[in-house]
Each structure stands twice: as structure tokens, then as C-alpha cells.
């Protein structure tokens, strides 16, 4: 009775336990028979074939790989076949690798009579539209004006020059041009619309286009030289293979009809006037028609003018057609402004989106206050945001002709729109002014005009008018610089006065650090300046004495350094006295780099001042970070080896000029011109410094920007009071912007006023 109870509490667990069993046995029964599989003969040979790679041969040492003595074999990479070949030639240039020509070589036949009076006017007007322009002549001995390219042939016989002169340019330029344009020396030629021609026409077709006529005794036509003739690549190609051929058969012809036979023979074709839609458009010019009153739409469309006899109808004609071209360019504009009007309601924004002027770039969107642009205010008189920090300083120079030039316009513009309202307006008076440059648009100007108002009763009223002007950024040009590069040599130049001395240590220490160690390509030169009193007793006490040992010590421990010192006598030391003793004990092309005894120097700061320094083109002042006074700055000793770079570790000093680089050629030639311009009795030496002399009497580019890494230490500031008025009052600004921030000044003036306030309670107190 009681079985049954535990019988049926185990009976839903009963084929749970059957199958258990029924495994168990299963695997013990099957287990010896996988066994004896695995060990089967040839199993480890199949294992061994499975986990060899296919690219590695078995050898027969690896066979019998049970061996005891089996000894791994390294096998090492093939070295690579030497090429019993050339290296293979690689232009200078990717154009000529890849076969990439200039666009157009124009010849001009010319004469010896012609060459220094139409030639010139010719080449006045033309050469700034093209890449290459050649004068060709049959006269030998020809003295080619300045900036002209002539070739002489030795015949002066009209076809024989045609010839010539064809066979000279696919001698020297056919490899480089896809087309060549041929023309005589009496006519004018609208460059812009003949180069703007290879734009829209294939190079690859057999090209003759120019006016054309017809030959006489035979179907065709060939092209008027003196009025231009195109000639494609492919057709230059073919004259300077069959060239000679034709000079054989040349009768009594004219060179225009010479040439049209020629390609009529070799290549079958004739001349066009019309060439893949564009047309060539040509004007017959005489002595009777007035350029400046001419307005024929035959004239407006010319590429040329033939025949000019004159000099002056070239420079005549040249203006008529920059005006054409100018007038067609408003109109091309103003057809833009209207597609612009038209299309805007289909933009995301509307008609809202419209930007003032239409077609410039909408105005800068500052992300940060930081970035907001400010307005500078101006009078006709002053200007109000000075580049010296001043508050007020009187308008000069471009600044000047800048606001004069934007009254003008604005009384211009006044005029123009209520021109037809019978009112017109006269300045009176500029009440405020507002400029700020836009880096994305330009200069923006807002003016408040005081004008005249006169209407059609000849009733004068004087009026205000708030006007509103942009003047756009133009197209940016690259402009050609010299070549420069980072292995110039360069001299350091280092002045040293008796102030100086304690300074010296940690310059030459850093100088060593930077060019000593790794043999950077500069010299220093050390010039120890002596006042009158200290140079009578150099004998006996010499006060640099101990500077020219640590010289010594450091050309010992260097020896291929040297550091050769100058001394110099003087009581007021100044750039320009320095600087006229060192010229003359330098080559006339050395790089000079003017530095104090507490600048840092740097590898970079010394690369960018031999690539911003170009000889007879630009000199380099850079702005240095001057470091504040460290007793003011830091709470705790020690102070820090060297400059820390921050806002509340020092400033540009937008007023000291006391490094440079320049050329000596520069700096000599800028000298002789200062001494021209010197007053009577007046030390030039004295009254400028470097950065004046450069900029006001040398056409040099001036080139001033802050340098982060040339750094300053912190020394005091001795202002020589013989200086000129406004080198002394630099000096002086200098030295008290550079002693801490604003903010740093204002809460040490604080704290010294709590402190005193404290130490006056405590006193009444007691």
C-alpha cells in the first residue's frame, strides 16, 4: 500500500530516466569503435595535408617528420631584380608629361619702318591678352623696342617673309600652342574677343578662318593676313611638312593668296568666316572715321580693324572698344539682376532672400560676439578708428581719396535716380560717416549727407539723406612673386647695450639650442654698443669683457661657429646706426634678421623670415609676443624659463619695431633715398627707425603681421629721450601696455587700495 504512493510520484520521470540510460550505453558500446578510426593508417598524413598551406612544396627533409633531428629552415624573401634599364624619364613639368599646350602664339609681320611707331602701338594694346606675341621682319639688324619679341628673317620679299615666317614659329613654339594667329602690323586687334575665339572651337579640326576672298582663276577662298588668320594645330602641322613644296611653286602672288593656295593643295580645304558658330567679324577701317563716333553694328562687332596707319587710331580704337566692351558688360549685369528677381520666388526663402546689391554675397553672420564687425566712424576730416590706438587722427592718404571718392558717388547716385523728377543735388556737408570691411562682400559705407536740393523751380532747399553703399570685393588675382625658399643664409644681427649684459647669457643659450646644435644655416653677429664714457676706458675695464669669454667659450664648443662681434661708439644707438656700419661689412645679398637680447628665437620664426623677406620686393617686421612683467603676473617663485604663451601671460606689441628682415641690397638703396630726403642739419639716423625708412621712402611691400613664435622676456623699457618725438613717445606706450593686462593692473590697484584701507582702519583702531 505504501509503494504505490512513491510510484506514482516517480512515474512522470520514468522515460526521462529510460532515455538517460539508453544514451549512456549507446555511447559506451560506440566509443571503442571511433577510437580505433582515428588511429587508422595515413590519418596523421591526411591531418598534416589539411593544415599545410597549398603554396609551400614538400621537400623531401620534411617527409620523415618525425625525425628527431629535425631542424627548422628560414626562408627569406627573393631580393628583387635589378633592372639592367635606364630609370625612366620624367618631365619637369606635369603639362609636358601629359602633352598639355598653351593656347595661342600671335606673329605680327612688321617692318623696319614701322617696328618703333604702329608695332609699338600694336604691342601696347595687345600683349597684355596674350601668352606670346612675336614681331617678325625681313630686315637684319633691327633694334627691337623694350618688352617686344622680334625676329629677323634676312628677306624682306612679301611671301618669302609669310614663309619664313610660318617655318619659324613650327620650328619653336608648335610643340607648345594649339593655334597660331597671324596678322600684319596695320591692324587692330581686339585681344579679348580673339582669344575668347580658341574658347569655343575645337583644336583638333583643320582650322582657316579670317576674312576671306576669293581666288581668281580658281573655286575657294583664302583668308586677308591683314585682317588675321586663324590657324588650328592640325594645319600648322601640315605646313611644316609640305612647306617646302609650296615655296616651290610660288608665282607671282600675293602672301594672303600664297598661303590659301598652299592649304588648298596640301590639305584641300579654303578659308571660313564662320567656324562652329563663331564668327569671325571683321571691319574696314580709314582715315575719314571717327572711332569715337562710330557705332555701326559691323564696328561693334569686329575682331579687327584693318587698315590702321596711325599710332594714335590704335590707342583710339582701343578705348572706343573698352567702352563697348564695358557697356556690354553693365548690360550683361543688369540681365543677371533680372534672372536673379525672377527665379528668387522659387528659392527656399522667397523674395525675402534677395541680397543687397543683388548678385553679392548677403553679409557676414557673426556665430559669437567675438566675431561681430564693427564700424568705424569717420568725418570728412578724421577718422575715428585709428591704426596707432589713438581715439581721433586725421584723415591722410588712401583713407582720404577713399571717403572723398565715396561723397562723390553718393551725390552721383542722388542724381541718377531722381534725375527724372527734375531734382538735383549738390554736397554741402558730411554729418556722420560708418565703414566696416565685410570679409565676405567688401567695404560697407552708411553716410549722412547734408545736400542741396534743387528742383525744377530752381528753389535751392538743403536736405539730409542716409545713403547705403557696398564697394565689392573684385576678382582675386594671383599675383607673380619672386622665387624664395627656406636655405637662405641668414645674419643675425644683435645689438648690446651696457643694459643688455645680463641678458646676453640666456640669448646665446637659446640661440645655441636652436642654430648651433643642428647646424641651422645662420651667423650671428653681436655689435657691443659703448656710450662715450664707458669707450675711454675699455683698456682698463672693459665693460663687455666678460661677454666676448662666454664668445669664446662658444666657438670653442662649437668649432665650426663663428660669432664675430663689432664695437661701435655712440651715445644715442639707433637702427640706422647700427645698421649703416653693419651694411658695409656684409655682402650686398645677405638676409639680415635684426633681433633684442630677450627674444626667444625659433626654427619656424626663422624660416618665415627668409620666406616673407623677398630682395627688391618685400621687408618683414614681425610683431613679437611680449611677455608681461612676471612679478605682476605669477603669485608664486619660481617664475618659468621661458615665455608662456597666453592672454594673461603677455600681448603683441603692435609698438616696438625692434626686429626686422631685409636684404642688405634693400636696406642700402632705401638709405641713399632717406639721405636725399633729409632737412638740413637733420640726423636722419635718429628721427627714423627701420619700419619709417622702409615704408616712406621705398617702394617695398612692407609686410607686418604678428609672429607667435618669436617671444619676448620681460626687461624694462629705457626710452633714450634723444630719440624723435614719436619714436620716444612709442617707447613709451610700449612700456606701459607691457607691464601687465588692464584686468590684471585694475585688480592689483584693488587690492592695494583694500590693503591701505585695512591698514588705515587698524591704525585708527589702535
Not at 510520484?9 to 569503435?33: D, Q
Not at 645679398?589 to 623670415?609: Q, Y
Amino acid at each position: 500500500m505504501r509503494r504505490q504512493p512513491s510510484m506514482l510520484y516517480l512515474r512522470p520521470f520514468m522515460p526521462l530516466i529510460v532515455g538517460l540510460s539508453l544514451g549512456f550505453t549507446l555511447c559506451l558500446v560506440c566509443l571503442p569503435l571511433l577510437e580505433e578510426g582515428c588511429t587508422s593508417e595515413g590519418s596523421v598524413d591526411q591531418v598534416a595535408r589539411l593544415r599545410k598551406p597549398n603554396s609551400v612544396q614538400e621537400s623531401p627533409e620534411l617527409q620523415n617528420y618525425n625525425d628527431e633531428d629535425f631542424e627548422p629552415r628560414i626562408i627569406t624573401d627573393p631580393k628583387p631584380v635589378k633592372s639592367g634599364g635606364k630609370a625612366p624619364f620624367r618631365a619637369r613639368y606635369i603639362s609636358t608629361e601629359l602633352g598639355i599646350r598653351e593656347k595661342l602664339v600671335v606673329g605680327v609681320i612688321t617692318s623696319r619702318e614701322k617696328l618703333d611707331t604702329v608695332a609699338v602701338a600694336l604691342n601696347k594694346t595687345l600683349a597684355h591678352y596674350i601668352h606670346k606675341l612675336l614681331y617678325f621682319t625681313g630686315t637684319r639688324n633691327v633694334k627691337a623696342p623694350g618688352g617686344m619679341y622680334v625676329v629677323t628673317h634676312g628677306d624682306d620679299r612679301p611671301v618669302w617673309e609669310l614663309a619664313q615666317t610660318i617655318r619659324y614659329i613650327n620650328d619653336h613654339f608648335h610643340r607648345d600652342y594649339d593655334w597660331t594667329y597671324l596678322v600684319t602690323d596695320h591692324t587692330y586687334v581686339q585681344g579679348e574677343r580673339v582669344v575668347d575665339i580658341f574658347d569655343h572651337i575645337s583644336m583638333n579640326r583643320d582650322v582657316y578662318m579670317g576674312k576671306r576672298v576669293p581666288f581668281r582663276d580658281m573655286d575657294g577662298y583664302y583668308c586677308k593676313v591683314g585682317h588675321g588668320v586663324v590657324l588650328s594645330h592640325s594645319v600648322m602641322s601640315a605646313l611644316q611638312r609640305n612647306l617646302d613644296g609650296c615655296m616651290e611653286t610660288i608665282l607671282d602672288l600675293q602672301p594672303d593668296e600664297w598661303l590659301g593656295r598652299c592649304l588648298h593643295d596640301v590639305m584641300g580645304i579654303s578659308c571660313v568666316e564662320e567656324f562652329e558658330g563663331v564668327d569671325y567679324n571683321t571691319y574696314q577701317f580709314s582715315s575719314t572715321i571717327d572711332p569715337d563716333n562710330e557705332d555701326s553694328q559691323e564696328f561693334q562687332k569686329a575682331y579687327t580693324v584693318h587698315p590702321v596707319v596711325e599710332p594714335t587710331d590704335f590707342y583710339r580704337l582701343h578705348r572706343r572698344f573698352a567702352h563697348i566692351e564695358l557697356d556690354l558688360a553693365y548690360t550683361e549685369i543688369e540681365n543677371i539682376k533680372t534672372q536673379i528677381k525672377n527665379l528668387s520666388h522659387k528659392t527656399p526663402e522667397g523674395e525675402a532672400g534677395l541680397t543687397w546689391p543683388i548678385g553679392i554675397n548677403p553679409p557676414f553672420k557673426p556665430q559669437t560676439r567675438f566675431d561681430v564687425l564693427s564700424w568705424d566712424y569717420f568725418t570728412e576730416t578724421h577718422l575715428y578708428t585709428c591704426p596707432d590706438g589713438a581715439p581721433k587722427c586725421e584723415l591722410r592718404g588712401i583713407d582720404k581719396l577713399d571717403v572723398e571718392d565715396i561723397i562723390g558717388t553718393s551725390v552721383q547716385r542722388l542724381n541718377d535716380k531722381y534725375q527724372k523728377q527734375g531734382l538735383v543735388f549738390d554736397h554741402v556737408r558730411l554729418l556722420n560717416g560708418y565703414r566696416r570691411f565685410d570679409p565676405t562682400r567688401g567695404m560697407e559705407y552708411e553716410l549722412d549727407l547734408l545736400v542741396g536740393e534743387t528742383g525744377p523751380d530752381k528753389v535751392r532747399d538743403v536736405v539730409t539723406k542716409r545713403v547705403k553703399l557696398l564697394r565689392p570685393l573684385s576678382q582675386v588675382e594671383i599675383i607673380p612673386m619672386p622665387y624664395v625658399t627656406e636655405t637662405t643664409r641668414l645674419y643675425v644681427i644683435l645689438p648690446v647695450t651696457v643694459h643688455d649684459r645680463e641678458q646676453v647669457a640666456k640669448f646665446l643659450d637659446s640661440y645655441a639650442q636652436v642654430v648651433l646644435d643642428i647646424h641651422e644655416n645662420s651667423m650671428l653677429t653681436i655689435v657691443f654698443i659703448y656710450d662715450p664714457l664707458d669707450a675711454q676706458n675699455i683698456q682698463e675695464d672693459d665693460v663687455f669683457g666678460m661677454l666676448k669669454s662666454m664668445i669664446t667659450y662658444y666657438e670653442r664648443k662649437y668649432p665650426n661657429a663663428k660669432i664675430p662681434w663689432i664695437s661701435i661708439k655712440t651715445d644715442v644707438p639707433t637702427q640706422l646706426k647700427i645698421m649703416d656700419i653693419i651694411s658695409k661689412k656684409h655682402p650686398v645679398d645677405a638676409l639680415f634678421l635684426l633681433v633684442t637680447v630677450t627674444d626667444e628665437l625659433s626654427i619656424e620664426f626663422l624660416n618665415r623670415c627668409r620666406m616673407n623677406t623677398i630682395a627688391g620686393w618685400q621687408a618683414f617686421f614681425p610683431i613679437h609676443f611680449a611677455q608681461y612683467s612676471p612679478e605682476l603676473v605669477y603669485d608664486t617663485k619660481p617664475y618659468p624659463a621661458t615665455v608662456e604663451f597666453g592672454r594673461e601671460f603677455g600681448h603683441f606689441d603692435i609698438h616696438a619695431f625692434d626686429e626686422a628682415c631685409f636684404y642688405n641690397s634693400d636696406y642700402m638703396n632705401t638709405r641713399t633715398e632717406l639721405q636725399k630726403h633729409r632737412k638740413d642739419n637733420e640726423d636722419v639716423s635718429e628721427t627714423y627707425n627701420l619700419y619709417e625708412m622702409f615704408l616712406k621712402h621705398s617702394d617695398l611691400h612692407v609686410f607686418r603681421a604678428v609672429e607667435p613664435d618669436l617671444r619676448q622676456r620681460y626687461m624694462p623699457r629705457t626710452c633714450n629721450p634723444h630719440l624723435s618725438e614719436d619714436l620716444y613717445h612709442s617707447c613709451l606706450v610700449s612700456q606701459a601696455e607691457g607691464l601687465a593686462s588692464k584686468e590684471q593692473l585694475a585688480k592689483l590697484i584693488f587690492e592695494h587700495d583694500n590693503e591701505v584701507k585695512s591698514q588705515a582702519e587698524n591704525a585708527a583702531k589702535s
